[in-house]
């Protein structure tokens, strides 16, 4: 039963109720449960978890939450893919949890293989019923086999669900450019796929630019960059691998190899060392992993972030661009802003914002739950 007065925010589509929001409870991680206010009217249906989040709610409708209901909400998760993916992708999010309102349950295709990212005791419980009502959907795109992700960081596990095993690296197209990842080791599911429309829009402004691509993982950056014919890309990470990584994807482009040069480096470290240097670049891409994993950290991410900003735009070149992304859910758009403001303020310059986007529609957003809307992009040029 609530305790607080959720009503209004569940009917409106937001899928998780926090267990502080309920009266004290008891059941296994799993089980399907209905809440309802203190007058003991209905307010939406769903399975208990066992974190800080006690109920992730499937439906506000008084229905039944099992088997059926989950075929149907992957049925219509895939109708929408075949109307939203771009021509010449091979690499799309399938199922995007709690934008399709299938709370926890990610589903990543990169061509013939399948990622499946459970999140939450929940949907492990259920991992056999999600398998099954999948599976069906992925032979149809063409899946010959399936991966289960389950756990986090340190207990991570991957483990094949079905079929054939992936190759390792993994080829995929995204919108006619090649990226190269591993669906077995990499981060996320193996790609950063909700980065398609960014990636898209650096192939489109590199022509003749010097670029830098800044935390660069496998380098879809760069190598978006490089076919929209860059002048020359600086690519950098501070894990080796990834640098490698970002070469295979180079290659696979049959892009020119002395256009682009590959940096193992700590980037605030590699950025100190150009501005010294009075080197710029036409183009600077700053996409770091997430500063502010929980809302404790927020404050020391939006510092991070100010810094690094102003950094890049000390570094660009009368002209230049530079495009600044957050994956942090806990930092807000206005939030993110605000440090690239004060950033242009670090940097003594006056910034204008030319573009704003978030991740494309395979990774679709509830308007009432805006925790959801996680992926923050702002095009931007320093005003002379």
């Known amino acids: 039963m609530l305790r607080k007065p959720l009503r209004a925010a569940v009917a409106a589509g937001h899928p998780w109720i926090f267990r502080d929001a309920l009266e004290p409870f008891e059941l296994p991680a799993g089980r399907v449960v209905t809440v309802v206010d203190a ?19 499937w439906t506000a409708q008084d229905e039944a939450v099992g088997e059926p209901l989950l075929r149907r909400r992957i049925e219509t998760a895939a109708a929408l893919r075949r109307r939203v993916v771009p021509p010449a992708t091979s690499a799309y999010r399938l199922l995007h949890g709690e934008g399709d309102r299938i709370p926890g349950v990610v589903c990543d295709v990169y061509g013939t293989t399948a990622s499946i990212q459970l ?9 056999e019923p999600i398998l099954a ?26 483990e094949q669900a079905w079929g054939e095993p992936p190759a390792d690296p993994v080829e995929v197209v995204e ?22 429309t960014g990636r898209a829009r650096v192939r489109e402004l590199a022509h003749g630019a010097r670029v830098l691509d800044l935390y660069a993982y496998v380098g879809g950056f760069s190598a978006s960059a490089g076919r929209g014919g860059a002048s020359h890309v600086d690519t ?10 970002a070469g295979r994807t180079w290659a696979s482009n049959h892009l020119d190899p002395t256009q682009q040069t590959l940096h193992v480096a700590d980037v605030p470290e590699f950025l100190a060392a150009a501005q010294a240097q009075r080197r710029t670049w036409d183009l ?3 996409d770091p992993p997430s500063f502010a994993p929980n809302e404790a950290s927020k404050a020391a991410a939006l510092r991070s972030y100010a810094l690094l900003h102003g950094a890049c735009l000390r570094l660009l070149a ?7 992304a957050s994956c942090s859910s806990h930092v807000r758009a206005a939030e993110f802003e605000a440090a690239l403001a004060q950033g242009a303020a670090r940097a ?15 990774h679709p957003r509830l308007l009432g739950f805006p925790e959801g809307d996680y992926l923050k992009a702002v095009l931007a040029s320093v005003v002379a």
């Open 133 to 158: 009502a999948t599976r069906p959907v992925l032979e149809g795109l063409g899946v010959v086999g399936a991966l289960l992700r389950t756990g986090r960081r340190g207990t991570k596990l991957v």
């Open 175 to 196: 919108c006619g450019t090649t990226l190269v990842g591993s669906v077995l080791r990499g981060q996320k599911t193996g790609l950063f796929l909700d980065h398609r």
């Open 236 to 245: 950098v990470d501070v894990a080796p691998e990834a640098i490698a990584a």
């Open 39 to 57: 007058r003991g009217a209905f307010v939406g249906r769903g399975l208990v978890d066992d974190g800080p989040i006690g109920v992730r709610v």
């Open 119 to 127: 999140d939450g005791a929940a949907t492990v419980v259920w991992r």
């Open 284 to 286: 600077i891409i700053a």
């Open 318 to 324: 009368p002209g230049g661009l530079l495009l600044a």
């Open 348 to 362: 003594r310059c006056v910034v204008q914002v030319l573009e704003r986007w978030g991740a494309p529609p395979d």
